[in-house]
C-alpha cells in the first residue's frame, strides 16, 4: 500500500511524540549509569512489588465500581433521545473541562475532618468520620475522576444497539433477562472492553490521586517512580525500569481484554 | 454585530492591562545607571528559574520587581518556577532549557557545584554582596564563596495549633507523642523528615553513616502510626482549616498560614533545626552571565531585597535590607533569632549518591511497608507478563480464522 503523503505529519508525530520517548525509556530501563546494558535495574523493581500489587488492587476496585456504576447509566443515556441525551451526556463530561489536579484537591475539602460532609453530618449529630487519608478516598478519587472514560465507550457502543435488534429477541420470546444476557450484553462488549482498559490503564499509574487523598502512607507505583525523578536521589534508570514494569502490566491487560481485536463484535453490530 | 463588540471589549481589556505596566513610573535615582543600562536596547533575554511565590511581583500593590528591573535596564527577563530542589535540578541536568539565574537551597547549590553544573560568579560585577551578613558569607555549602550569592534563609519550626494541644510544645519530642495520634502532619520530603528524627537522636543531619540512618528510619516508623498525612503544600489548607495540632513546616510559610488562622503558633525546637540558606546562582552554559550577575546584583540593592522579604515573609541576609524593615519585623525572635537561639543549628549539606539511594529507599520502606523480595521476582514477572500478552493475541487470530 502506497503511504498517502498527508499521513506523514501523523507519521513523524508519532515517531517524535510516541517511538522516540518509548525507545529512551527502555534503553534507560536496560543500562547502568555508564551506558552498558544490565538488568539490574528492573531486578531492583522487585523490592516495589508491595507496592506494585496495591497499585494493581485498588485499580482493580476502582475499574469495577466504575463499571457497576456506569453500565446502567450508559444504557438509560442509550434508550433516551434527543435534548435530554445530550444534556445528560454534556453533564457527565463537564467536571472533565476542569483541571485534574483542581478536581482532586476540591475533594481534599470535601473529606477531611472539618471537611464539608462532616460538616453536614454534624448537623444531624452524626460523629465525624475519617475519610480522607485512607484507602477508600484513593478509591473514591479514581471513581469520580476516571468514570466519563467508562461511561463514553459504553454510551457509543450501546446507541448502536437498534430497538428493532431487542424487539426482535422479544417478539422471539425472550424474557428480559435472556434479552439482557444474550443480546446488550454481547453486543456491549467491546465498549465494556475500552471501558475497562481507559478507566484501569489511568488508575493504575496515578499518583496525584494517592498523595492528595491517601495522606502519603497510601504509595502507589506511581509515586514511586515520581520518588525516582524528583526524590532525593536522581535515578532515572530505576525510574525507567519502573515505567517498563507498569508499561508491560499496561499491555498484559489490554490483551487480555482483547483491545487489540474486537472487529468481530463489531461485524454483527453492523 | 456581537462579533465585533465583544473584539473591541478584547481590545479594550488587553490595552488596560498592558498600559499600567508601560505607564509605571519608578524613581531611579537611587541607582547606578552606568552599570544597570550598558546593556540598553541590545535585546537582551535573561532565564530566571526561581521558588514559586519567591519575589515581589506586584500583586496586591507590592514592588514588581522583574518589570522594574526590565525597564532600568531594557533586559528581558523570562521568569519560571519551580517547586522542589529537585525538580529544578531535574530539569537542569536533562539539558532541555538554559537558564541564566536559578536560586536553590544550600545543599543543592553544593550538589550543583561539585557536579560542574554551576559558573564562578564575578563579583566585581555584583557590588552590592557587601551588604551581605557576614555570618552568610562562605557558608558550609559553598566554602569559598565562588558560585552563590544567598537571596533568602529561614528555618524549620514547629507549627502548633493553641486551641488543638494540651500543654506546651517545647521540641521535636512532641512529635512522638501519643497524645497528637492522628492529629500531627510531617513532611512528605526524605530530607526534611529524616533531619527531624536525626535530631531527636542528637545525630548530625547530614550523617552518612547507614546504621544512624536505618535507626532514624525506625523512629520515622514507630511515628508513621501517629501521622494523619505526610503533606508538602497541602499544609496550608490543613492547618488553616484546623485539620491538625501539629506540624514541621517553613518559619516563613508560618506567617502567611498565621494570616488566615489567628490560632497557630511556632516553637523553634531547642534540640536544634534546620537552617536553610537559598542562593542565586549561575548555571554553566548561561548565555549572558555578565546581564544575570546584573540581575543578582539587582536582587541585592536594599530597596529591592527589602520589597522581596516582606512579599516572601522569610528572613533576609541582606543587612543593609534589614534596616529598611519595620522593628517589629526585625526584632522577631522568630525571623530573626539571637545567635545564641541558633546554636544547634544545622544547615544541609550535599550527602554522596550511595547516602541519597539509601536515604530514598528506607523513605519508601518507611511509607510503605515492605516485605522482603525475591531479586528475580519482577523480571520474570516482567517476561511472562509479555509471553501471555503475545500468546492471548495469537489464540484469539487463530480462532477468528478457524470461523472464517
Known amino acids: ?270 | 454585530m456581537k462579533k465585533l463588540t465583544s473584539l473591541i471589549l478584547a481590545a479594550v481589556l488587553t490595552a488596560s492591562m498592558a498600559v499600567p505596566a508601560c505607564a509605571e513610573e519608578y524613581d531611579f535615582s537611587n541607582y547606578d545607571l552606568e552599570y544597570y543600562q550598558k546593556f540598553k536596547g541590545q535585546d537582551i533575554e535573561l532565564n530566571v528559574y526561581n521558588w514559586g511565590e519567591y519575589i515581589s511581583d506586584g500583586t496586591d500593590d507590592t514592588l514588581d520587581v522583574n518589570s522594574m528591573f526590565e525597564e532600568l535596564t531594557g533586559i528581558e527577563v523570562n521568569y519560571t518556577t519551580f517547586d522542589t530542589n529537585e525538580a529544578m535540578y531535574a530539569k537542569l541536568k536533562s539539558g532541555a532549557n538554559t537558564y541564566d539565574v536559578v536560586i536553590p537551597s544550600d545543599y543543592m547549590v553544593s550538589r550543583m557545584m561539585h557536579e560542574g553544573m554551576l559558573e564562578e560568579l564575578d563579583f566585581n560585577n555584583i557590588p552590592n554582596f557587601e551588604h551581605i551578613d557576614e555570618k552568610f558569607v562562605n557558608p558550609e555549602y559553598d566554602p569559598q564563596n565562588l558560585y552563590s550569592v544567598p537571596y533568602t534563609w529561614g528555618m524549620v519550626g514547629l507549627i502548633y495549633n493553641r486551641d488543638m494541644v494540651n500543654g506546651e510544645i517545647t521540641g521535636w519530642d512532641d512529635m512522638w507523642s501519643p497524645s497528637y495520634t492522628n492529629n500531627m502532619l510531617m513532611f512528605k520530603n526524605p530530607r526534611d523528615a529524616f533531619a527531624i528524627a536525626l535530631f531527636k537522636l542528637g545525630y548530625s543531619i547530614n550523617t552518612e553513616d547507614p546504621m544512624q540512618l536505618r535507626e532514624a528510619a525506625e523512629l520515622l516508623k514507630e511515628q508513621k502510626t501517629m501521622v494523619q498525612a505526610y503533606v508538602m503544600d497541602q499544609i496550608f489548607d490543613k492547618m488553616q482549616g484546623n485539620e491538625a495540632a501539629l506540624a514541621p513546616y517553613y518559619v516563613g510559610d508560618y506567617f502567611t498560614m498565621k494570616e488566615v488562622n489567628d490560632s497557630l503558633e511556632i516553637c523553634i525546637p531547642a534540640e536544634g533545626t534546620n537552617i536553610f540558606v537559598d542562593a542565586a546562582c549561575i548555571p554553566k552554559g548561561a548565555a549572558n552571565k555578565e546581564a544575570a550577575e546584573m540581575y543578582i546584583n539587582f536582587l541585592n540593592e536594599p530597596e529591592i531585597a527589602a520589597a522581596n522579604i516582606e512579599y516572601i515573609c522569610y528572613s533576609t541576609p541582606n543587612t543593609a535590607a534589614l534596616e529598611m524593615l519595620p522593628d517589629e519585623v526585625r526584632n522577631d525572635p522568630i525571623r530573626y533569632p539571637e545567635a545564641e537561639q541558633l546554636a544547634n543549628a544545622q544547615m544541609f549539606v550535599n550527602l554522596s549518591e550511595e547516602t541519597n539511594l539509601l536515604l530514598d529507599q528506607l523513605w519508601t520502606e518507611i511509607l510503605s511497608d515492605d516485605a522482603d523480595y525475591l531479586n528475580w521476582a519482577m523480571p520474570l514477572f516482567v517476561l511472562g507478563a509479555l509471553v501471555i500478552s503475545v500468546l492471548v493475541t495469537a489464540m484469539r487470530k487463530k480462532r477468528k480464522k478457524k470461523y472464517r
Open chain 1, 1 to 270: 500500500m502506497k503511504m498517502k503523503y498527508a499521513a506523514y505529519p501523523y507519521i513523524i508525530w508519532l515517531i517524535v511524540f510516541m517511538a522516540i520517548p518509548m525507545g529512551l525509556i527502555i534503553y534507560f530501563a536496560l543500562t547502568d549509569a555508564s551506558g552498558a546494558f544490565t538488568i539490574a535495574n528492573i531486578a531492583q523493581t522487585g523490592r516495589y512489588m508491595p507496592v506494585l500489587i496495591r497499585s494493581i488492587w485498588l485499580a482493580t476496585i476502582s475499574t469495577a465500581v466504575c463499571l457497576v456504576l456506569a453500565y446502567p447509566l450508559s444504557y438509560m443515556l442509550s434508550r433516551m433521545q434527543g435534548l435530554t441525551s445530550r444534556t445528560l451526556l454534556t453533564l457527565v463530561m463537564l467536571p472533565m473541562w476542569m483541571n485534574f489536579l483542581l478536581r482532586t484537591y476540591a475533594w481534599m475539602t470535601l473529606l477531611e475532618k472539618n471537611g464539608i460532609i462532616n460538616q453536614i453530618l454534624g448537623v444531624f449529630g452524626i460523629e465525624p468520620l475519617t475519610m480522607i487519608n485512607t484507602q477508600g478516598a484513593v478509591i473514591m478519587g479514581m471513581v469520580y475522576n476516571y468514570i466519563p472514560f467508562m461511561i463514553l465507550p459504553l454510551h457509543s457502543v450501546m446507541v448502536k444497539i437498534g430497538k428493532d435488534v431487542i424487539e426482535a429477541a422479544q417478539d422471539l420470546g425472550a424474557s428480559p433477562a435472556s434479552v439482557f444476557s444474550q443480546v446488550i450484553l454481547p453486543l456491549s462488549m467491546p465498549g465494556v472492553r475500552t471501558g475497562i482498559t481507559m478507566v484501569f490503564v489511568p488508575a493504575v499509574s496515578t499518583f496525584v490521586i494517592s498523595q492528595m487523598l491517601g495522606g502519603g502512607t497510601n504509595q502507589l507505583i506511581g509515586d514511586i517512580i515520581e520518588l525516582q525523578f524528583l526524590g532525593n536521589a536522581y535515578n532515572p534508570s530505576l525510574g525507567s525500569a519502573i515505567s517498563m514494569v507498569l508499561m508491560v502490566l499496561v499491555l498484559l491487560c489490554m490483551s487480555l481484554t482483547g483491545f487489540f481485536d474486537d472487529d468481530d463484535v463489531e461485524d454483527r453490530l453492523i
